[in-house]
């Protein structure tokens, strides 16, 4: 048994092994052509990526309605979709090359509950306000950004998990103004260390109250000029 197994096994989910296989043997042959991802040795793959992207695997409710945002090669999206065929997953990305890798995997692997769009998260959010159960991003935008992606997709109740590394906390605190300007309530935070030493933080953001209709702004401005 080896470190991803582990984990698998951890989290009930064993029988997705050999689909993670798959997916990291066509990520590193997409990866030739459309520099997908700079981490590629598959230890490191199957650590940094898909162990890393199944931290939220327990904390999705049953049957929820999910959003991944800026889903890159697929992660946390693929593995979460593969792990908890109860919930349907919603891909979004701008970037038509991953969504065309995500599509190539959701084909290949058969995945019935996972969906990708090739979209701006800002234009996705006005469409599909107050739509999901859960929005997750990772590796997308400093928390500040991304609250401003992922809350108005979020149904008042529901939660945003962000994937952050170490200074996950310091992003936290310099967002606590925009997240309760944004409908935020509760925030709890689930903290790990990987084998290989790294230090990965799963923020859950608990949403008590709409969005205001003025958010996200258009333009690209979240990342322009930042919520305060």
Same mark, same amino acid.
């Not at 999910?66 to 109860?86: E, F, K, N, Q, W």
């Given at each position: ?10 989290? =009930?989910?064993?029988? !997705? +092994? ?18 997908? %991802? ?12 898909? !162990? ?11 049957? @929820?309605?999910? &959003? ?6 697929? /992660?946390?999206?693929?593995? /979460? ?20 890798? !995500? ?5 290949? /692997? ?5 969906? *990708? ?7 996705? @959010?006005?469409?599909? +306000?107050?739509?999901?159960?859960? &929005? ?25 998990? *962000?994937?952050? =590394? ?5 992003? /936290? ?19 790990? %260390? $990987?084998? &290989?030493?790294? +230090? ?18 258009? =333009?690209?401005?979240?990342? $322009?000029?930042? $919520?305060?």
């Amino acid at each position: 048994m080896d470190i991803l197994d582990g984990y698998l096994e951890r989290y =009930g989910v064993r029988d !997705i +092994r050999g689909k993670l296989d798959f997916f990291y043997e066509e990520l590193i042959e997409w990866n030739e052509k459309f520099n997908l %991802t700079a981490i590629t040795e598959k230890e490191e793959v199957y650590e940094k990526h898909f !162990i890393d992207s199944l931290m939220a695997v327990t904390q999705l409710p049953r049957g @929820a309605k999910v &959003c991944d945002i800026g889903s890159g090669a697929g /992660l946390p999206v693929i593995p /979460l979709a593969l792990a908890r065929p109860d919930c349907t997953f919603t891909s979004v990305d701008s970037l038509n090359k991953r969504v065309g890798f !995500i599509d190539h995997i959701i084909d290949e /692997l058969e995945i019935d509950n996972c969906t *990708a769009y090739h979209v701006r998260a800002e234009d996705w @959010a006005q469409e599909h +306000r107050e739509e999901y159960d859960v &929005c997750t991003a990772r590796a997308v935008a400093p928390m500040n950004v991304l609250s401003e992606y992922c809350m108005p997709l979020v149904k008042k109740g529901g939660i945003m998990l *962000a994937y952050k =590394g170490a200074d996950g906390e310091k992003e /936290l605190k310099a967002a606590a103004k925009a997240l309760k300007l944004l409908g935020a309530g509760n925030v709890n935070t689930l903290s790990t %260390t $990987l084998p &290989c030493g790294d +230090r990965r933080m799963l923020i859950a953001v608990h949403k008590i109250k709409p969005t205001p209709a003025a958010y996200p702004r258009g =333009g690209n401005k979240p990342r $322009l000029s930042p $919520l305060a």
